[in-house]
């Protein structure tokens, strides 16, 4: 059985989170081949592969976003009313005609440069802004409009190949190329959401400086068309927990689709952890790339004010720190500057090795779906602080049908005070501590294992691949 993966900026090129499910998923069926369809802004970037990868992928091939060529037009361009039709529900983002989009952009003799720079988009555009967007100065317009469906064009142009079942890992323009293998193969379709991509996107465009007033609204609003080309073609729908299956529901997946499978950690291995320490004290862990989103900065400043109340406080930064080089300069400026003691930045660690020496793991991202590394510091009894992102609360005060108790504490996002107040009351109290990681030992061992996310993920593709997939060519429905 072959089945073909599609993430953005993930998987291979970046370490842990969904990197971190998508290999451990693919080690654990070895019965069954995948090949990764893979997306990253410019040639560069590719071929940058943190993870040495199962015998059962058996290729791995990568689309790049960006290009800058799309400013020189190379070839005349003229297209039939037909395809007019389509390029325009597409930009006007009303009842997209993505079947007749695919297969235009499967056969067509244009690059993406030609069509961005044709007289008939051209056209099309002109329409959009007298429509829409009249207050704008239309040469900015035009740009913001050609920079805007230059990845997407690249996206639609990536060659597909046959498989049993695709199964895209975001929305977004992985979610495109699903798309697209499903249209012209009619296989199976699966998404799996770890965080909202749609949402995730708004929030980057609202925060971002790139883009003023009403071109963040042309960019929130396209992201959105995209998300709802794959809800609209998948066959199941799968999010993490609870509340992001509701999210998705109200931006436009239909419920009966939707599903909710949580991520999980291998238990065992979180069992007699090494525990020696090179110094007495509690030592505060935090498991996390030193990247923005991850909010690092908050991070020391909240332990910096916790180690004036608790001098005997340790913090391991325990994380990759080559992908953002500027912003980790930027928090050792911070360390030096303030002049904060016991701060040890590990670099790329084993977990294993590190977390049975902590007493506690902190966690705060301005972003996250279900955090990893919450599970896994649960899993070996350690109690937790994590903002209130994603699925980070019901880890740690329990869902429906869980009555193990709190296994760690939830702070507001950007609070150093909050944030420093939490790391105080746990470092205080070794009780408190003890009770906590019992607890998230416990929600771990029944809600939370690897074994039964594996187990549902293989019925998953073998009823789609199986004799369900037969059923469904059957019913002409796909």
Request: hydrophobic share 40%; charged share 25%; glycine share 6%.
């Given at each position: 059985?072959?089945?073909?993966?599609?993430?953005?900026g993930s998987?291979p090129y970046?370490?842990?989170?969904?990197?971190g499910?998508?290999?451990m998923?693919?080690k654990?069926?070895p019965?069954?081949?995948?090949?990764?369809?893979t997306?990253?802004?410019?040639r560069?970037?590719?071929g940058?592969?943190?993870?040495?990868?199962p015998?059962?992928i058996?290729?791995i091939?990568?689309?790049?976003l960006?290009?800058?060529?799309y400013?020189y037009?190379?070839?005349?361009?003229?297209?039939?009313?037909?395809?007019?039709?389509?390029?325009?529900?597409l930009?006007?983002?009303?009842?997209v005609?993505?079947?007749?989009?695919?297969?235009?952009f499967?056969?067509?003799?244009?690059?993406?440069n030609?069509?961005?720079?044709?007289?008939?988009?051209l056209?099309l555009?002109?329409?959009l802004?007298?429509e829409?967007?009249?207050?704008?100065?239309?040469?900015?317009f035009l740009?913001?409009?050609r920079?805007l469906?230059?990845p997407?064009f690249?996206?639609?142009?990536?060659?597909?190949?046959?498989?049993d079942?695709?199964?895209a890992?975001?929305?977004?323009?992985?979610g495109?190329?699903?798309?697209?293998?499903?249209?012209?193969y009619g296989?199976p379709l699966?998404?799996?959401?770890h965080g909202?991509?749609?949402?995730?996107?708004?929030?980057?465009?609202i925060?971002?400086?790139?883009?003023?007033?009403?071109?963040?609204?042309?960019?929130i609003?396209?992201?959105?068309?995209?998300?709802?080309?794959?809800?609209?073609?998948?066959d199941q729908v799968i999010s993490?927990f609870?509340?992001?299956?509701?999210?998705?529901?109200?931006?436009?997946?239909p419920?009966e689709?939707?599903?909710v499978?949580a991520?999980?950690?291998?238990s065992r291995?979180?069992?007699n952890?090494?525990?020696?320490?090179s110094?007495?004290?509690?030592n505060i862990g935090?498991?996390?790339?030193?990247v923005?989103?991850?909010?690092i900065?908050?991070m020391?400043?909240?332990y910096?004010?916790?180690?004036?109340?608790?001098?005997?406080?340790?913090?391991?930064?325990?994380g990759?720190?080559?992908e953002?080089?500027?912003?980790?300069q930027?928090?050792l400026?911070?360390?030096?500057n303030?002049?904060i003691?016991?701060?040890?930045?590990?670099g790329?660690?084993?977990?294993?090795?590190?977390l049975?020496?902590?007493?506690?793991?902190v966690?705060t991202?301005?972003?996250?779906g279900?955090?990893?590394?919450?599970?896994e510091?649960?899993?070996a009894g350690?109690p937790?602080i994590?903002?209130?992102?994603?699925g980070?609360?019901?880890?740690?005060?329990?869902?429906?049908?869980d009555?193990?108790g709190?296994?760690?504490?939830?702070?507001?996002?950007?609070?150093?005070?909050?944030?420093?107040?939490?790391?105080?009351?746990?470092?205080?109290?070794?009780?408190?501590r003890?009770?906590?990681?019992q607890a998230g030992?416990?929600?771990?061992?029944?809600?939370?294992r690897?074994?039964?996310?594996?187990r549902?993920?293989?019925?998953?593709y073998?009823?789609?691949?199986?004799?369900?997939?037969?059923?469904?060519?059957?019913?002409?429905?796909?």
């Amino acid at each position: 059985m072959k089945i073909a993966m599609f993430a953005e900026g993930s998987y291979p090129y970046v370490a842990g989170g969904v990197s971190g499910w998508m290999q451990m998923l693919i080690k654990s069926l070895p019965e069954k081949d995948f090949v990764i369809y893979t997306l990253v802004p410019t040639r560069e970037d590719g071929g940058k592969f943190k993870y040495e990868f199962p015998s059962n992928i058996c290729e791995i091939r990568e689309t790049y976003l960006t290009e800058n060529e799309y400013i020189y037009k190379k070839k005349k361009v003229k297209l039939s009313d037909d395809e007019i039709l389509s390029l325009r529900s597409l930009l006007f983002g009303e009842n997209v005609r993505w079947k007749q989009l695919f297969s235009f952009f499967d056969s067509t003799e244009y690059s993406a440069n030609d069509l961005l720079m044709s007289l008939d988009f051209l056209d099309l555009t002109r329409q959009l802004y007298m429509e829409r967007y009249p207050d704008c100065v239309f040469t900015d317009f035009l740009w913001s409009i050609r920079s805007l469906y230059l990845p997407l064009f690249r996206v639609l142009m990536t060659p597909v190949e046959e498989a049993d079942c695709y199964h895209a890992i975001s929305t977004g323009y992985a979610g495109i190329t699903a798309c697209k293998a499903k249209y012209r193969y009619g296989r199976p379709l699966i998404l799996t959401e770890h965080g909202i991509y749609t949402r995730e996107r708004e929030e980057e465009i609202i925060k971002a400086d790139w883009t003023q007033g009403i071109y963040k609204n042309l960019w929130i609003r396209y992201f959105y068309t995209l998300s709802q080309c794959i809800y609209d073609a998948a066959d199941q729908v799968i999010s993490l927990f609870q509340t992001a299956r509701e999210i998705q529901m109200e931006i436009g997946c239909p419920p009966e689709k939707t599903r909710v499978i949580a991520n999980g950690v291998f238990s065992r291995d979180m069992e007699n952890l090494p525990t020696e320490r090179s110094s007495d004290g509690i030592n505060i862990g935090a498991v996390a790339r030193i990247v923005p989103i991850k909010d690092i900065k908050t991070m020391l400043n909240a332990y910096r004010l916790a180690k004036q109340r608790v001098p005997s406080l340790h913090l391991y930064l325990m994380g990759p720190t080559e992908e953002n080089e500027r912003y980790y300069q930027e928090c050792l400026d911070l360390v030096a500057n303030f002049k904060i003691p016991d701060v040890i930045f590990t670099g790329r660690i084993q977990v294993k090795e590190y977390l049975g020496k902590m007493d506690m793991i902190v966690l705060t991202s301005i972003s996250e779906g279900q955090p990893l590394c919450l599970l896994e510091a649960m899993a070996a009894g350690k109690p937790c602080i994590a903002t209130d992102v994603g699925g980070c609360k019901e880890l740690l005060y329990g869902a429906e049908n869980d009555s193990y108790g709190h296994s760690g504490l939830i702070i507001p996002t950007m609070n150093v005070d909050k944030a420093a107040e939490a790391m105080i009351t746990l470092a205080v109290n070794e009780k408190k501590r003890e009770q906590m990681g019992q607890a998230g030992r416990a929600r771990v061992a029944e809600f939370y294992r690897n074994e039964e996310v594996v187990r549902r993920y293989r019925k998953i593709y073998d009823q789609w691949a199986g004799e369900e997939l037969k059923q469904w060519q059957a019913s002409g429905l796909n």
